[in-house]
Nanobody, 126 residues
Framework: QVQLVESGGGMVQTGDSLTLSCTVSGRAPYFSRYGLAWFRQAPGKEREFVAGSQWGDGHTWYADSVKGRFSIDRDAAKSTVYLQMNNLNVEDTATYYC?????????????????WGQGTQVTVSS
């Protein structure tokens, strides 16, 4: 099995930056074969896609709401994927989840992702 553990959440103010980390374990030697993504879910709302990193060529894609502010990156040596979040605003407040899937194509649909972390809370105040 694959385990994902997120960290780095916290309480920040509008305009601040924050970096989330997600460490993948269980099948670390195959880290490069996993698509990785970040999703978020605010209270009373559905889980939504934030950013993804395709396996193989490392192609990245983002939700329109975070494009230009957030950046996803992976470190194969540490089996870790990061989400750098800049210029945060109150609408970014949510629980952020890391997700992984073996192979496949770029997808923003939560149901297409097999492995999930427990989530880390990000709260942005004005």
């Amino acid at each position: 099995q694959v385990q994902l553990v997120e960290s780095g959440g916290g309480m920040v103010q509008t305009g601040d930056s924050l970096t989330l980390s997600c460490t993948v374990s269980g099948r670390a030697p195959y880290f490069s074969r996993y698509g990785l993504a970040w999703f978020r879910q605010a209270p009373g709302k559905e889980r939504e896609f934030v950013a993804g990193s395709q396996w193989g060529d490392g192609h990245t894609w983002y939700a329109d709401s975070v494009k230009g502010r957030f950046s996803i990156d992976r470190d194969a040596a540490k089996s870790t994927v990061y989400l750098q979040m800049n210029n945060l605003n109150v609408e970014d407040t949510a629980t952020y989840y890391c997700a992984a899937r073996m192979g496949g194509t770029s997808t923003s649909t939560p149901n297409h992702w097999r492995y999930w972390g427990q989530g880390t809370q990000v709260t942005v105040s004005s």
